[in-house]
Nanobody
Framework: QVQLVESGGGLVQAGGSLRLSCAAS????????MGWYRQAPGKQRELVAA???????NYADSVKGRFTISRDNAKNTVYLQMNSLKPEDTAVYYC??????????????WGLGTQVTVSS
């Protein structure tokens, strides 16, 4: 099994910054894609940013130019640097990772989420 734990969420004023972290643990053979999703109350979960093992990235249009996703393969960790935060960024942010575990084969794991609240 592969587990993901997010951290770094909190309350911040509009225009401020936060950095989210997500660490993967367990019997990991390799991690391929990693990403951040978010879900606001009453809305569907949406992709915020994703990064491949080769570090190619893609972003939701709403966060382009403000958010940056990165990963540290040695630490099995993915980050989301969020700058110029807006109230509409308020949501629970979830980490996702896909790859191959040592004993169980392919995995697609999710963290429990971390709350990000941006005040106006």
């Amino acid at each position: 099994q592969v587990q993901l734990v997010e951290s770094g969420g909190g309350l911040v004023q509009a225009g401020g910054s936060l950095r989210l972290s997500c660490a993967a643990s367990g019997s990991i053979f390799s991690i391929n894609g990693m990403g951040w999703y978010r879900q606001a109350p009453g809305k569907q979960r949406e992709l915020v940013a994703a990064i491949s093992r080769g570090s190619s990235t893609n972003y939701a249009d709403s966060v382009k130019g403000r958010f940056t996703i990165s990963r540290d393969n040695a630490k099995n960790t993915v980050y989301l640097q969020m700058n110029s935060l807006k109230p509409e960024d308020t949501a629970v942010y979830y980490c996702n990772a896909r790859g191959v575990s040592v004993y169980q084969g392919a995995f697609d794991s999710w963290g429990l989420g971390t709350q990000v609240t941006v005040s106006s």
